[in-house]
């Protein structure tokens, strides 16, 4: 079974910080995806990016950058000069092959509560 | 476009009463999903559909029916509620596997008290 492992819980830092935000994740499947999601103390879930597996080139989004490294099976998400409105869950995700019909699930870790404060 | 929208926002039940959850999508996106959401364990999918007049189990399917009539909208069903249901209910919408835009694009979600 296809598992996704944040080992941060919980983390707080002053603002103008760089925070990064660690994602594991286990699969047999050789073409997958990953996908963080934001959630916000308003409680809807934000897509923020969405990865291949057969592409490892890091991306860089304003403050926000990913990097995807299969060999490690890893995607962690790194904040720049982080800044209060950042402070959320973040969640990361791998997107699952469902036999039946032909669907995909998204397998979540637990989420990561980023706080930041001035 | 107003995205993915869930009805109602926020419910209180008392064991043993029935709700329906109504989820309705404008991205003309041929998959949806049911998921909750419950402290410390992320997000466990409940069932989901690959297209109107279809749908399937997920992980956590026991206590809840769905129904797929029309394209957009996607309903949730909870027969005979249990404290058990209690969580925050979230619906997806995409497109299918394989193509560029499968991301999974969430409505705000529907917190579920059962007393």
């Known amino acids: 079974a296809q598992k996704v492992t944040q080992a941060q819980t919980e983390i707080s830092v002053v603002e103008k910080e760089d925070v990064t935000l660690d994602c594991v994740y286990e699969?047999?499947?050789?073409?997958?995806?990953l996908f963080w999601y934001k959630q916000p103390p308003s409680g809807e879930l934000v897509f923020l990016i969405r990865r291949n597996s057969f592409d490892e080139q890091n991306e860089i989004s304003g403050r926000y950058s990913w990097n995807f490294q299969k060999s490690t099976s890893s995607f962690n998400f790194t904040i720049t000069a982080s800044q209060v409105v950042d402070s959320a869950v973040y969640f990361c995700?791998?997107?699952?092959?469902?036999?039946?019909?032909?669907?995909?699930?998204?397998?979540f870790g637990t989420g990561t509560q980023l706080k930041v404060e001035l | 476009n107003a995205g993915v929208t869930q009805t109602p926002k926020f419910r209180v039940l008392k064991t043993g009463q029935s709700m329906t959850l109504l989820c309705a999508q404008d991205?003309?996106?041929?998959?949806m999903y049911w998921y909750r959401q419950d402290p410390g364990m992320g997000l466990r999918l409940i069932h989901y559909s690959v297209g109107e007049g279809t749908t399937a189990k997920g992980e956590v399917p026991d206590g809840y029916n769905v129904s797929r009539l029309k394209k957009q909208n996607f309903l949730l069903g909870l027969e005979s509620a249990a404290p058990s249901q209690t969580s925050v209910y979230f619906c997806?919408?995409?497109?299918?596997?394989?193509?560029?835009?499968?991301?999974?694009?969430f409505g705000p979600g529907t917190r579920l008290l059962v007393l």
């Open positions: 991205m003309n996106h041929e998959y």
């Open positions: 995700a791998l997107s699952e092959r469902i036999l039946t019909g032909g669907g995909n699930k998204l397998t």
């Open positions: 699969t047999r499947d050789t073409t997958y995806y």
């Open positions: 997806a919408s995409s497109h299918p596997p394989g193509r560029t835009q499968e991301t999974q694009y």
